[in-house]
């Protein structure tokens, strides 16, 4: 009995404290790593969320102010009858007209009176520049849209569509044959809009953003022959 009370008592030897031990750091070696991968999977995911968040609103406020270029407060000076010539829209102008840009250039009335003049406050537009979208609010007053601290935008592509009208039908007096210049057309404008960005905090973050916009406010060129 006392050999065996000795046996009992004898404990844990050397070689099996080591194997406990491995086999424990082995464990929390296992969880720790979870943890970790865990951890930066969240973050990943905060990061996705914000930067799809930064760009749906710079987005969303593009759209926004293109979708208003060319608004007139007196628009009805813009039809033209046989009575009355039509007057050109001083707020028509709109860029970019053609292939892709990464800026863009706008203007539309805020008069509480139509006065027919272009001021300082009614001309607003867009840049990429630096890694970030910049606004204008006015002439020469350009702020910051995104958070370069936050998101880097790698690409801001603003591309122009156009379709053509004819409104020939409405003339009292038809064209004369083969005067292509000749017959009023209604120039109904839209613009593709396609934003792309990486997070500051973790390049391998990246998201883009497409929109389509229709530009409220149609171009009419050409006139009704006298």
Avoid: K
């Avoid at 009992?8 to 750091?25: D, H, K």
């Avoid at 926004?64 to 407060?73: E, F, Y």
């Avoid at 120039?187 to 390049?203: K, N, S, T």
């Amino acid at each position: 009995m006392d050999a065996a009370r000795q046996r009992a008592a004898r404990g844990f030897t050397l070689v099996e404290v080591l194997v406990g031990l491995a086999l424990a750091l082995l464990v929390v070696a296992g969880g720790a790593a979870l943890l970790a991968s865990q951890i930066r999977e969240h973050r990943s995911l905060v990061l996705e969320a914000r930067l799809t968040q930064d760009l749906r609103t710079a987005a969303d406020l593009i759209v926004r102010d293109l979708r208003r270029a060319g608004h007139w407060g007196d628009a009805g000076a813009g039809l033209w009858t046989e009575a009355q010539p039509a007057r050109a829209n001083p707020y028509l102008a709109l860029a970019p007209d053609g292939a892709a840009s990464d800026a863009a250039s706008l203007r539309y009335s805020r008069d509480a009176i139509e006065n027919h003049v272009v001021d300082g406050n009614e001309q607003f537009g867009f840049r990429l520049r630096n890694g970030a979208i910049d606004i204008q609010l006015g002439n020469g007053n350009w702020q910051a849209l995104t958070d370069a601290t936050v998101l880097t935008v790698t690409q801001f592509l603003i591309t122009a569509t156009q379709e053509a009208i004819e409104l020939e039908a409405a003339c009292p007096t038809p064209c004369p044959p083969g005067d292509g210049a000749c017959a009023p057309q209604q120039v109904v404008r839209g613009l593709a809009l396609e934003i792309g960005a990486r997070a500051v905090a973790d390049a391998a973050v990246v998201r883009t953003v497409q929109a389509r916009v229709h530009v409220r406010a149609d171009a009419v060129s050409g006139a009704c022959p006298a």
